[in-house]
């Protein structure tokens, strides 16, 4: 059976994530800050856990928890969209800063503390949600916050696909498309399910020639 630990699973595309893999037969680990209200994700009968990723206590607790349980896949969901205003001239560089703390610098903690169990696992896949506006070729300027949080992601997954290629670990950088959720918002033009499908493929076709790359739920590279 194949074993998914999924962050930031209780809405959105982790809770898609979930359900999509879930009924796939997998071992779903759906982690949330908030388990206790974590109201949809409880008819699904997954193993529900906390992990707030900004938290390294909370990571390194869930990693105690998790000591010696191989994961397959760590899908690496968890995100937020930074604050309201982020035009040059009113963006909050404090606010700025949290937003890389959360989306750039927290998987990359996650990466590194879950290595051992990626390891152990079969396919020893780490997926990772990033977005197309972390692009710089293709930024039409504005959000601040969260295109510089997204970039600094890809460059950090990208190094982390390179380092752990010699140990046969892979690192998928995905943009979901524009899709409607909190995030997203209601004219998004793509429903969570038809993106995670799309990912969930992109996920399973995951190799060492893929590892590293920029791609899209589709498989359609993404430029720097
Ligand atoms: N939707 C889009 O169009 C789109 C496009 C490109 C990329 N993405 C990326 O796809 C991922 C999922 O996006 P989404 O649209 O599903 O967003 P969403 O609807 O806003 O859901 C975000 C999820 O992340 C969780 N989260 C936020 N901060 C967390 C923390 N510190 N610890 C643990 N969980 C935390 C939220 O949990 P709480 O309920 O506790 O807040 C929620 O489960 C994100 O990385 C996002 O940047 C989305």
């Known amino acids: ?3 998914v630990l999924i962050t930031g699973a209780n809405r959105g595309l982790g809770l898609e994530f979930t359900r999509q893999y879930q ?3 997998a071992d779903v680990i759906a982690c949330c800050r908030h388990p206790a209200e974590a109201d949809s994700l409880k008819p699904l009968g997954v ?3 906390e992990l707030d990723v900004g938290d390294p206590a909370s990571i390194a607790a869930l990693a105690g928890t998790l000591k010696d349980v191989a994961i397959d896949i760590l899908v690496s969901n968890a995100g937020i969209w930074g604050p309201q205003a982020q035009d040059a ?3 909050d560089p404090d606010a700025v800063m949290e937003t890389l703390r959360i989306n750039a610098v ?3 903690r996650l990466a590194q503390t879950f290595k051992p169990n990626l390891k152990t696992g079969h396919d020893k896949k780490l997926a990772v949600l990033t977005s197309k506006m972390g692009s710089i070729s293709d930024s039409s300027g504005g959000e601040i ?3 510089a949080s997204k ?3 890809n460059m950090i997954m990208h190094a982390v696909a390179k380092d752990w290629a010699r140990e046969g670990i892979l690192v998928g950088l995905f943009h979901p498309g524009w899709v409607r959720t909190d995030m ?3 004219s998004a033009p793509l429903d969570a399910k038809t993106s995670v499908t799309g990912l969930r493929a992109r996920i399973a076709e995951l190799s060492p020639q893929t590892s590293g790359r920029f791609l899209d739920y589709t498989g359609m590279e993404i430029r720097w």
């Open 89 to 91: 001239a009113t963006c």
């Open 151 to 153: 970039a600094a992601l």
């Open 184 to 186: 997203g918002g209601p």
């Open 1 to 3: 059976m194949t074993t």
């Open 47 to 49: 193993r529900v856990m």
């Open 145 to 147: 916050a969260y295109r």
């Open 23 to 25: 009924a796939d037969g």
């Open 106 to 108: 927290a998987p990359f």
